[in-house]
């Protein structure tokens, strides 16, 4: 049972390595900020996160491991993100490119492509992406 039943999960990627690796992030405090597209918050139905929203995190499993509480929220121009939101993302890159052609991998992929109810999806300079801060509040 969920220690935070009424909170909303809070999904890094999907299930699988790459979760894995972008929660064990999380908990070890190298990752506070993460990237998603505007256009899936819009597909979704989701609203945007606000500052002092919290979410519980699952891993793979569906477990919760940790609380986060949203500390910043903007939404810019993909060509806009920056350096330090790139290395407060906690995924080891060292340069803005390097993070934009992963994320771009992620972002052109089938899973994400078939999320968003579009099979030619890809992102440019232009497309808005949501850059959120965040902290740890709980480890679960």
């Known amino acids: 049972m969920p220690s935070h039943p009424d ?10 390595p790459l979760r894995d690796r ?25 609203p945007l996160p606000r500052a002092g929203d919290r979410y519980q995190v699952p891993a793979s499993d569906g477990r919760p491991v940790a609380v986060i ?10 060509v806009d993100v920056d350096l330090r939101h790139v290395l407060d993302e906690g995924e080891g890159h060292a340069t803005v490119a390097d993070w934009r052609a ?8 089938p899973q994400m492509r078939e999320a968003l109810g579009d099979p030619e999806f890809s992102v440019d300079d232009d497309t808005l992406v949501v850059a959120e801060r965040f902290r740890v509040v709980e480890r679960l």
């Open 7 to 16: 909170l909303p999960p809070f999904e890094f990627a999907y299930p699988g």
């Open 22 to 46: 972008l929660v064990a992030a999380v908990l070890s405090g190298a990752k506070t900020t993460t990237t998603g597209l505007l256009a899936d918050y819009g597909h979704a139905g989701d």
């Open 69 to 78: 509480e949203v500390t910043d929220v903007r939404v810019l121009r993909l």
């Open 102 to 109: 992963d994320h771009e991998s992620f972002w052109h992929g």
